[in-house]
């Protein structure tokens, strides 16, 4: 394992890896019988489930098809992870979905809900592991075809083409998940090449995840 090389997949993947933890904590203290409580798991898995869609779909198109490019065969594997997963992920949203529509109409989701937490426990592992393969496998593929400039093009791709909601969400799970010096980093990065109101809202956003003195010790490292 190379030192000192960009990383391609350690920002997304620590935000997912917060993402998933969460959910899967607040999907196991849930009160099934309470609509609030629904209402909550609801919003936080819809958020997860739409940033590992975002995730997928960049993987796929932009640094799998470089890599395909470089040497063909060598996305394969990955792809056809992601549309593995995508299934599984398919079937907990649709059991997400059914838990808040029964949970709207008064009912008590606690049964559906048990089985909700052990699919989610399960497509959790499965997660974890499929990232862990990406940086220990994909990442060494990365490194030998490609400078640190040409895998910071690729991350700079995949910026480029997430509307800024996506975006915003992204670092509302990314931020809190990052060290200290990670954080000033990407968000410098960031600062220097995105409009006013753009950088302000994600200030807000970090606000709001960020602990007080990581949220003041960034604003000091990008001042």
């Known amino acids: 394992m190379a030192t000192g090389r960009l990383r391609s997949f350690d920002v997304p993947h620590k935000g997912i890896r917060n993402g998933l933890s969460q959910l899967s904590l607040l999907s196991g203290k849930t009160d099934y019988g309470d609509p609030e409580e629904v209402e909550r798991l609801h919003r936080l898995g819809s958020e997860i489930f739409l940033l590992l869609n975002t995730h997928a779909r960049d993987e796929n198109g932009v640094s799998l098809k470089h890599l395909e490019e470089k040497m063909n065969g060598a996305s394969h594997h990955d ?50 592991q499929h990232m862990s393969e990406e940086e220990r496998i994909t990442q060494q593929l990365l490194w030998e075809h490609f400078s640190d400039e040409e895998l ?15 975006l915003l969400l992204w670092f509302k799970y990314i931020a809190p998940a990052q060290t200290r010096r990670e954080r000033a980093g990407l968000f410098k990065g960031f600062k220097a090449n995105a409009p006013g109101p753009l950088f302000k809202r994600t200030k807000e956003i970090l606000a709001e995840v960020l602990t007080r003195q990581e949220y003041d010790a960034l604003m000091q490292a990008l001042d």
């Open 79 to 128: 792809t056809e992870e992601h549309i593995r997963l995508h299934v599984d992920q398919s079937a907990l949203e649709k059991k997400l979905e059914a838990i808040h529509a029964a949970s709207k109409n008064g009912k008590d989701a606690s049964a559906e809900g048990e089985s909700f937490y052990a699919a989610l426990a399960d497509f959790h592992a499965e997660y974890l």
């Open 152 to 166: 910071a093009a690729h991350r700079a791709e995949i910026m480029q083409k997430l509307q800024p909601e996506v």
